[in-house]
T-cell receptor
Framework: AQSVTQPDIHITVSEGASLELRCNYS??????LFWYVQSPGQGLQLLLK??????LVQGIKGFEAEFKRSQSSFNLRKPSVHWSDAAEYFC??????????FGAGTRLTVKP | EAGVAQSPRYKIIEKRQSVAFWCNPI?????LYWYQQILGQGPKLLIQ????????DSQLPKDRFSAERLKGVDSTLKIQPAKLEDSAVYLC?????????????FGPGTRLTVL
């Protein structure tokens, strides 16, 4: 079965600085990869997804992610972080049947 | 467009008591999911419905958890009896169909505390 590792439990960045959240997956076939964001007391919101094609994926709120098959990674990036980006970020890997497996999440704190 | 609705938002019970959660998916969404999110972990799928049929319940602890979606719309998740380790946020999600290409939309969740 597929699995996801998010190595960083908590990251702190200054407002305006760049951001990269790491995600490594394990799956025998071509994966379906997702990044979700969860604000306190809210459900998860999809930021972006990768199924096939261009390995650099653009999402909402200025986020992008790059799929690197050789490294089994799908890292999330943003060039300039805003205070409103403070939240919990989850990487997920899915199969065709939509059996998604989530990572444990990375909590992002934004310093003023 | 209305999102996924869940109630209650918070629930506190004693161990061995019973509890039920309700979910109303986005109109027209055939697939409904229940996830359990324990503090410090990512969501874990408990059960997936396609209309009113179960597609996947392999991770549902069936000795105490049950779920139904009788008319293919609303769904109820029940825990009977609850244990301390059931303390978690229970998330409901829905999608048009149950394939990875279709985005899952999540509700705000029900936070359960078992004392």
């Amino acid at each position: 079965a597929q699995s996801v590792t998010q190595p960083d439990i908590h990251i702190t960045v200054s407002e305006g600085a760049s951001l990269e959240l790491r995600c490594n997956y394990s799956y025998g076939a071509t994966p379906y990869l997702f990044w979700y964001v969860q604000s306190p007391g809210q459900g998860l919101q999809l930021l972006l997804k990768y199924f096939s094609g261009d390995t650099l994926v653009q999402g909402i709120k200025g986020f992008e992610a790059e799929f690197k098959r050789s490294q089994s990674s799908f890292n999330l990036r943003k060039p300039s972080v805003h205070w409103s980006d403070a939240a919990e970020y989850f990487c997920a890997v899915g199969a065709v049947s939509n059996d998604m497996r989530f990572g444990a999440g990375t909590r992002l704190t934004v310093k003023p | 467009e209305a999102g996924v609705a869940q109630s209650p938002r918070y629930k506190i019970i004693e161990k061995r008591q019973s509890v039920a959660f309700w979910c109303n998916p986005i109109s027209g969404h055939a697939t409904l999911y229940w996830y359990q999110q324990i503090l410090g972990q990512g969501p874990k799928l408990l059960i997936q419905f396609q209309n009113n049929g179960v597609v996947d319940d392999s991770q549902l602890p069936k000795d105490r958890f049950s779920a139904e979606r009788l008319k293919g719309v609303d769904s109820t998740l029940k825990i009977q009896p609850a244990k301390l380790e059931d303390s978690a946020v229970y998330l409901c999600a829905s999608s048009l169909v149950g394939t990875a290409h279709n985005e899952q939309f999540f509700g705000p969740g029900t936070r359960l505390t078992v004392l």
